[in-house]
């Protein structure tokens, strides 16, 4: 399965290189910047963020920025970016989380930003492994971690779930559906090839139990699933499945007009709702974002 999605992974680094130019600094900086090169936190927030250094679980050096909140109480919030991310937009994502006063630790991902190394799914899972790893050292609650995702994020992120029960709550933002077929428009050519990926993989794999149904299935942490209707990359019914299929207090929240990327909207208002909604264990913190009429909020305990 790994193999699978480390394919999966590289096609759609590929069909970026041809969207993207090396800056003056190589190769590895496209998938950071492909018109700036390297990027500082101060650029991104006015909240001052530390670079510290990890290491992955296999030993790789690898860097990240890391908030240290003035909310003593508040838990840490650990986010996961996907193939297209990178540290800067996370950062821009999360402004509003950081500037409330929330502690935020933003990995990177080898082959990303100052990080050396070849990406891959499977690097980006050794990563987010060692991250989860920092993120209890830095943590002023250890116990309280936070992990978000975005896009093909969801996997490793589910992945640090299982690896560390102790994980507070997941916020998964257009969660890739896991082993289930792509419904994507044909006009998105990164999404038709995760499509005609994923329906070789599903025919190979006929009278199996897929993996979306065991993924979060295994995962009884609180968890708020956000996906946009209009989402041509990730499934809007596929990553529904997967809200149905988990156990524990879970939330779905639809964005009406929203597609893959997230709206203002949901980094102002929805993104630190949710984080006190995970924090709290009550998700019907959730439902006056239906007062906007394009939002629509999903409950079950």
């Known amino acids: ?31 950071l910047d492909p018109e700036r090169g390297a990027l500082t936190p101060s650029e991104w927030t006015s909240i001052p963020a530390f670079i510290v250094d990890y ?7 690898l860097k990240a920025w890391v908030w240290k909140g003035w909310l003593p109480a508040s838990p840490t919030l650990m986010y996961l970016h996907g193939p297209r991310g990178h540290l800067g937009y996370s ?15 933003i990995p990177e991902y080898r082959g990303f930003g100052p990080n050396e190394g070849e990406a891959s799914l499977d690097a980006m899972i050794d990563d987010a492994l060692g991250a989860y790893a920092m993120a209890q050292r830095e943590a ?43 419904k994507v428009k ?9 499509q005609n990926m994923a329906d070789q993989n599903n025919q190979a794999r006929q009278g199996t139990t897929t993996v979306a149904e065991t ?6 942490v609180p ?26 207090p879970s939330a779905f929240i639809t964005l009406d007009d929203v597609g893959h990327r997230p709206s203002e909207f949901a ?28 939002i629509h909020v999903e409950v079950k305990y």
């Open 1 to 31: 399965m790994r193999r699978y999605y480390s394919a999966l992974f590289a096609l759609s680094a590929l069909l970026l290189v041809f969207a993207c130019q090396p800056t003056q600094n190589g190769p590895v900086n496209w998938r």
């Open 55 to 61: 290491t992955a679980q296999d030993g790789t050096p």
């Open 91 to 105: 950062a821009q994502y999360l402004r509003y989380i950081i500037e409330q006063g929330h502690s935020v630790i």
């Open 140 to 182: 002023t609650l250890p116990s309280q971690i936070v992990v978000m995702s975005h896009s093909v994020g969801s996997l490793p992120a589910a992945e640090v779930a299982k690896a560390f029960p102790n994980v507070f709550g997941m916020i998964l933002i257009s969660a890739m559906p896991e082993g289930s077929t792509q």
């Open 186 to 194: 044909q006009q998105d050519p990164l999404a038709q090839a995760l």
């Open 215 to 220: 993924s979060f299935t295994e995962i009884k």
């Open 223 to 248: 968890k708020i699933f956000v996906h946009g209707r209009l989402d041509n990359v990730m499934d809007y019914a596929s990553a529904h499945l997967l809200y149905e299929s988990s156990p524990g």
């Open 267 to 294: 980094i102002a208002n929805l993104y630190p709702l949710a984080l006190q909604a995970i924090t709290t264990r009550n998700m019907a913190l959730l439902k006056p974002l239906e007062r906007s009429g394009l």
